[in-house]
């Protein structure tokens, strides 16, 4: 059973960077066949596709956010991560990382327990 | 991209259905089969529960089930039970890797 598990800071300052890694555990990334996303939640709200990355480096960004995005994968230690700069209060939000399954049906099937990511002075 | 249109709630007595609509456009519902649907309660992560329009992941019961029909997908909760209580997002993928949620659905046993 794959679990996926977010960490890193809590708060963050307007302005600066979000910084989230995601540690994989009872599967590989580098298996192949899988993209490893990253979802977010705001307040009370819907959720959001912020993009994906392969194990191979590839990465696909949600349009409305690309611009700030950057991910990257770490295979020797099976985590990946996401750093958002220049966030405002309107970044504040669950992030979440999830397993997305490419050759079956483009679907979220493992997600973490969500990491909460508040951005304020 | 804007999110896909989902009514803010529906209900039902224990053992009755309830169906939930998710209308996006020929752009991603309408376009691809890679519908997929996913449960939330309170303070958890969502959990898959249908994918590719009308398919269950193991273990899901199949009280759950998924359709679509032009650009709206639906989902049917059959058979309401207590548990099934919950938030309900669909999710489409749009092309050139892109995906994009609808607004959400909350889900009350009466």
């Known amino acids: 059973q794959v679990q996926l598990q977010e960490w890193g800071p809590g708060l963050v300052k307007p302005s600066q960077t979000l910084s989230l890694t995601c540690t994989v555990s009872?599967?590989?990334?580098?298996?192949?066949?899988?993209?490893w996303s990253w979802i977010r939640q705001h307040p009370e709200k819907g959720l959001e596709w912020i993009g994906y990355i392969y194990y191979s480096g590839n990465t696909y960004y949600s349009p409305s956010l690309e611009s700030r995005v950057i991910m990257s994968v770490d295979t020797s230690k099976n985590l990946f991560s996401l750093k958002l700069n220049s966030v405002t209060a309107a970044d504040t939000a669950v992030y979440y990382c999830?397993?997305?399954?490419?050759?079956?049906?483009?679907?979220?099937?493992?997600w973490g327990q969500g990491a909460l990511v508040t951005v304020s002075s | 991209q804007s999110a896909l249109t989902q009514p803010p709630s529906a209900s039902g007595s224990p053992g009755q259905s309830v169906t939930i609509s998710c209308t996006g456009t020929s752009n991603d519902v309408g376009g691809y089969n890679y519908v997929s649907w996913y449960q939330q309660h309170p303070g958890k992560a969502p959990k898959l529960i249908i994918y590719?329009?009308?398919k269950r992941p193991s273990g899901v019961p199949d009280r759950f089930s998924g359709s679509k029909s032009g650009n709206t997908a639906s989902l049917t909760v059959s058979g309401l039970q207590g548990e099934d209580e919950a938030d309900y997002f669909c999710?489409?993928?749009?092309?050139?890797?892109?995906?994009?949620f609808g607004t959400g659905t909350k889900v009350t046993v009466l």
């Open positions: 009872g599967g590989s990334i580098s298996s192949g066949g899988y993209y």
């Open positions: 999830a397993r997305t399954g490419l050759l079956t049906g483009y679907r979220f099937d493992f």
């Open positions: 590719e329009v009308n």
């Open positions: 999710n489409s993928y749009v092309s050139r890797n892109n995906f994009v």
